[in-house]
């Protein structure tokens, strides 16, 4: 499978991340809608880890089967906070072994944080705080550099195979401290981030003066927004009171009819001028954050395509 940074060379792309299903139940439902977002365009997909405690395990296999079985790109989330460098290192190479080499590599949650709620990284059994470091540990296995065992081997690391990850990264436009927020950036192109996606973004006005900030502080990674399409207006909502991101007033005033059916419709429609309104922000794709509504992604993936 070609890494993500090849893809986004082909011009712009639609992808979306997906939610492995809760604990005991079927991965197939997952693996056949990705088979239909593939028949219909989608360009790659991302498969998250469970946040915050949620009992979703599965992000490995399903990247497989959905990378064997339904031929479509595939980027696994996997995150840091809660593991020690060992753990990380045996984790990364399941994934190398399953060429599963897009990865998204994050600080994540700690197991028991509240969903929406940032949480103490200093209140962890993990070895690393920042998910540059997990990006620089990536980076080393790339070039070969395993950890070394105390006691057995002299050099701090040990030579090995080299992987072929493509490491991706998550990018925060909505945070108010946009100079920290390029600063954390930049910090993981420097250990070795190909290309990033942002957080939810609803503003194309503030992602663009977001890559025009990172730009000037030497970022020259591909940012793609990050979006999360909304068809009610209790998201809109709760997007703004438990994720602190703005939604701006015109997507919540279509977002208050009466008609269910026609608030989707009236939404999709939006969602998707928005999609070329990043387009035109000089963004190189939109990765769509539908979780498990698969027919949203498929009706914005056939609006945005034509």
């Known amino acids: 499978m070609p890494k993500i940074t090849e893809i986004l060379k082909n011009g712009f792309t639609v992808s979306a991340e997906l939610v492995p299903p809760r604990n005991g139940t079927s991965i197939d439902k997952i693996v056949e809608d990705s088979k239909k977002l593939k028949e219909a365009g989608l360009d ?44 990380i290192e045996n984790d990364l190479l399941d994934h190398s072994h399953f060429k599963i080499n897009n990865i998204l590599a994050l600080r994540g949650d700690l197991p028991d944080s509240a969903p929406g709620v940032k949480s103490d990284s200093s209140k962890h059994s993990g070895e690393y705080d920042y998910a540059y470091q997990l990006v620089e540990q990536m980076n080393n296995m790339n070039q070969g550099k395993y950890l070394s065992r105390k006691g057995f081997d002299a050099e701090d690391f040990r030579n090995g195979s080299k992987t072929n990850f493509c490491i991706g990264v998550a990018a925060h436009p909505e945070e108010n401290d946009i100079e920290t927020a390029v600063k954390h950036l930049k910090a993981k192109q420097d250990a070795g981030a190909e290309y990033a996606v942002t957080q939810m973004i609803f503003d194309p006005a503030i992602y663009k003066n977001f890559v025009e900030k990172a730009r000037e502080a030497g970022c020259t990674i591909p940012i793609i927004p990050g979006i999360r399409p909304i068809t009610y207006y209790d998201w809109a909502v709760k997007c703004e009171e438990k994720f602190k991101i703005p939604v701006p007033d015109s997507i919540k005033t279509v977002l208050k009819g009466a008609d269910e059916t026609e608030v989707r419709k009236n939404s999709i429609e939006l969602f998707s001028k928005l999609c070329q309104e990043f387009k035109e922000a000089g963004a190189h794709g939109v990765h769509l954050f539908v979780v498990f509504d698969t027919d949203l992604a498929l009706e914005l993936l056939n609006k945005i395509k034509n």
Not at 52 to 81: K, M, N, W
């Open 44 to 87: 790659f997909v991302s498969i998250t880890r469970g946040a915050g405690g949620s009992l979703r395990g599965g992000t490995l296999p399903i990247s497989y089967f959905i990378q064997e079985q339904a031929g479509l790109d595939v980027i696994a989330h996997f995150t840091c906070i809660d593991k020690k460098c060992s753990c």
